[in-house]
T-cell receptor, first 114, second 113 residues
Framework: DAGVTQSPTHLIKTRGQQVTLRCSPKSGHDTVSWYQQALGQGPQFIFQYYEEEERQRGNFPDRFSGHQFPNYSSELNVNALLLGDSALYLC?????????????FGPGTRLTVT | QQQVKQSPQSLIVQKGGISIINCAYENTAFDYFPWYQQFPGKGPALLIAIRPDVSEKKEGRFTISFNKSAKQFSLHIMDSQPGDSATYFCAASIGNTGNQFYFGTGTSLTVIP
């Protein structure tokens, strides 16, 4: 049983560009959450998707947007990249009805903005 | 404002010793307190979690102690092993929705053989 998978593993972008990160949840999971983890810090909640809708959102600007597909996979889009967006972006999934309980995290995508 | 404060930032323990990591919170609405373990290059993995209606939960060598009145909770790793060397994060949430979910800043644990 594959766990949460994310692509790409690493990404280097230039300030002002746009980026799309992808996540496939663990089998049987329907809720996907995205987190930003700066170096040496704990993950910070960006938003959560359920039934293809953004259900909850953390304190992140509108430059951060997402999408969930009918197969529960998800994308995170970041527009107008800033140097401060450099971080590890984590995707987490949970079983139906479990919200953030028992989240399973993917290995993350390391984004570097130059 | 850090919703969950974690200490120490780093910890070095001899093999077989007890590792203790502490967290404190302010928001009394938090009702779920998990601990995550993260190895380099990997995402965090849920280790153990507790609800505020119990004061202690044990799973193998890992124990959470919870003090509701002091608004503190801690992770105890008994008989620490070199394979336990990782970064540990405490977290807290209100219900099972996402936006009220906060991580601590992490503790880097090194277990010396």
């Amino acid at each position: 049983d594959a766990g949460v998978t994310q692509s790409p593993t690493h990404l280097i972008k230039t300030r002002g560009q746009q980026v799309t990160l992808r996540c496939s949840p663990k089998s049987g999971h329907d809720t996907v959450s995205w987190y930003q983890q700066a170096l040496g810090q704990g993950p910070q909640f960006i938003f959560q998707y359920y039934e293809e809708e953004e259900r909850q959102r953390g304190n992140f600007p509108d430059r951060f947007s997402g999408h969930q597909f009918p197969n529960y996979s998800s994308e995170l889009n970041v527009n107008a990249l800033l140097l401060g967006d450099s971080a590890l972006y984590l995707c987490a999934s949970t079983r139906p009805g479990r919200g953030v309980y028992e989240q399973y995290f993917g290995p993350g995508t390391r984004l570097t903005v130059t | 404002q850090q919703q969950v404060k974690q200490s120490p930032q780093s910890l070095i323990v001899q093999k077989g010793g007890i590792s203790i990591i502490n967290c404190a919170y302010e928001n009394t609405a938090f009702d779920y307190f998990p601990w995550y373990q993260q190895f380099p290059g990997k995402g965090p993995a849920l280790l153990i979690a507790i609800r505020p209606d119990v004061s202690e939960k044990k799973e193998g060598r890992f124990t959470i102690s919870f003090n509701k009145s002091a608004k503190q909770f801690s992770l105890h790793i008994m008989d620490s092993q070199p394979g336990d060397s990782a970064t540990y994060f405490c977290a807290a949430s209100i219900g099972n929705t996402g936006n009220q979910f906060y991580f601590g800043t992490g503790t880097s644990l090194t277990v010396i053989p």
